[in-house]
């Protein structure tokens, strides 16, 4: 079955790697990401946001990932499988958490970063008492990043305050806390002309707070250039996408950190495929032969992902 993030956070800490967390909100998506880690046998989280409930529904998400579990063995050489985790990405509030955990998620993030302090405690608390005792793990968060966090649009981040880390992963329980160390979601994380670096000298703070500890990178894409390129030369209208470069990452997963965020760069590898189709072939109107080449761009994509920035190849 499903399994929660405890010992595969652990094992990553230990390996100085990253677990990737990709968001999937429809069957190619899965099927791509599950075919990645498969090929580089890799573990993985399989995140849910907000958006994607309502896009398709959390019912249909937990039995896809679900099947995702027997999937990845019929299509493993020695019918293994890999390690999967369901998480919910971005919890809004414990009702949303509850709801997961009760319908079979085995992981999930209460997102209390925009609340004052103390409230973020309290929320996040009410969360971990609630889904420890199902064995499902709770990532938190302190920060807040740049750019849309769901519906929150923060228009300038600040930074987790390392004073803080201590006391709020004492108080809350929390198996692992997302920090904001200059990560942003989307494909616009920095302007041109800005210094489009992360401060891993928080994150070094931060580690020496809480030593081996859990840590979180959300917003973590790189938005590859090759990729702006073809969405551009075959119609598409991106200007100025800029993302968090891959070295920065490589660093970080080396760290305590052991799970990074990544949904942009698939969406852009999505999109850059079923541009060429269109452009290139016009006359094609059957839904597999666009969304077929974009899952196979999806795959190659995260199999790089995983052997290149996150290290997590190799380690299911
Ligand atoms: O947190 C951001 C993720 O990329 C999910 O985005 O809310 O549009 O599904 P979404
Ligand atoms: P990106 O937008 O950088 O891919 O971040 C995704 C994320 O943090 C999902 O929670
Ligand atoms: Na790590
Ligand atoms: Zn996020």
Redesign the pocket.
């Known amino acids: 079955g499903l399994v929660n993030t405890k010992e595969l956070f652990a094992k990553a800490i230990k390996g100085g790697y990253a677990i990737p967390a990709y ?1 999937f ?1 429809n069957m190619e998506q899965m099927q791509a990401i599950l075919q990645a880690c498969v090929e580089t046998q890799s573990p993985v989280i399989l995140q849910v ?4 409930r309502e ?1 398709a529904n959390q019912t249909l998400l937990r039995y896809m990932a679900q099947g995702a579990v027997q999937y990845a063995k019929e299509i493993s050489p020695d019918g293994k499988g890999i390690p999967i985790v369901l998480h919910l ?2 919890g809004p509030d414990f009702e949303t958490c509850k709801s997961c955990i009760d319908n079979g998620f085995s992981s999930v993030m209460i997102d209390g970063s925009h609340l004052p302090y103390e409230e973020n405690i309290k929320e996040t608390r009410r969360v971990v008492e609630y889904a420890h005792q199902f064995g499902v793990t709770v990532e938190g968060e302190l920060g807040v990043l740049a750019g ?3 519906d929150v649009k923060a228009e300038s981040h600040t930074y987790t305050q390392p004073e803080e880390v201590e006391d709020f992963v004492k108080r809350t329980g929390v198996d692992s806390l997302a920090i904001a160390i200059g990560t942003s ?2 494909a616009f994380k920095f302007k041109p002309g800005e210094n489009p670096k992360i401060r891993l000298d928080i994150l070094a703070e931060i580690e020496k707070r809480i030593p081996g500890f859990p840590i979180v990178l ?2 973590s894409s790189s938005v590859p250039q090759d990729l702006v390129k073809i969405i551009n030369e075959n119609g598409g209208k991106l200007k100025d996408a800029i993302g968090i470069g891959e070295d920065q990452l490589r660093a970080a997963a080396k760290s305590a950190v052991c799970k990074i ?1 990544i ?2 760069d698939g969406r852009l590898a999505m999109t850059a495929a079923i541009r060429k189709v269109f452009n290139e072939k016009p006359a094609e109107f059957d839904p597999r032969k666009y969304l077929g080449p974009a899952r196979t761009a999806l795959k190659e994509l995260y199999k790089r992902k995983n052997i290149e920035v996150l290290g997590s190849a190799g380690h299911a």
């Open positions: 968001n909100n946001s907000k958006g994607a896009y990405d971005h849309v966090e769901d979601h989307g959300h917003g965020n949904d942009s």
